[in-house]
C-alpha cells in the first residue's frame, strides 16, 4: 500500500476531509489541523491533515506522538474561539523533545475551525 492512502485508493487526506463534513453536517463543531511546510526529517508529509471535533476525538495524523497531542488541544482552542492558527514543531525549539518531535526535522500545521457551508 503506498504512503497516504487506504486499502490502495483514494488518499487517506480525503477520507479525513469526508470525515470533517460528515461531522460538521451532523452538527459536530470541528477544526481541521493541515501540515502546511516541512523541513528535514518529518513524520507525514505536506497535505496531511487531522480532523478534531470539540470533544477531542480525532481521525488523520499530522505527525504522531506527543505532537498530535498538542495539535488536538490547539485545535479544540480554535473550536472555542473561531480562529484559526499556525503551529510550528521542532529540534531547535526547546518544547522539541517534549512534544516528540526528535527526528531531526520541522513542520509548521495550520489548525482552522470548521464552519457548515450550507
Known amino acids: 500500500m503506498q504512503p497516504g492512502t487506504q486499502s490502495g485508493s483514494a488518499p487517506h487526506h480525503l477520507d479525513v476531509l469526508a470525515v470533517a463534513e460528515r461531522w460538521v453536517q451532523s452538527g459536530r463543531k470541528a477544526a481541521i489541523a493541515t501540515?502546511?511546510?516541512?523541513?528535514?526529517?518529518?513524520?507525514?508529509?505536506?497535505?496531511?491533515?487531522?480532523?478534531?471535533?470539540?470533544?477531542?476525538?480525532?481521525?488523520?495524523?499530522?505527525?504522531g506522538g506527543c505532537v498530535e497531542g498538542s495539535v488536538v488541544s490547539e485545535a479544540l482552542d480554535a473550536?472555542?474561539?473561531?480562529?484559526?492558527?499556525?503551529?510550528?514543531?521542532?529540534?531547535?525549539?526547546?518544547?522539541?523533545?517534549?512534544?516528540?518531535?526528535?527526528?531531526?526535522?520541522?513542520?509548521?500545521?495550520?489548525?482552522?475551525?470548521?464552519t457548515d457551508a450550507a
Not at 39 to 48: C, N
Not at 92 to 104: I, K, N, P, Y
Request: glycine share 14%.
Open 35 to 63: 501540515v502546511v511546510e516541512t523541513w528535514g526529517s518529518a513524520p507525514r508529509p505536506v497535505g496531511s491533515h487531522l480532523v478534531i471535533d470539540s470533544e477531542g476525538n480525532f481521525e488523520g495524523s499530522v505527525s
Open 79 to 114: 473550536i472555542t474561539s473561531g480562529r484559526a492558527t499556525m503551529l510550528e514543531f521542532g529540534v531547535a525549539d526547546e518544547t522539541a523533545w517534549r512534544v516528540g518531535l526528535s527526528c531531526g526535522g520541522r513542520i509548521r500545521v495550520y489548525v482552522e475551525p470548521v
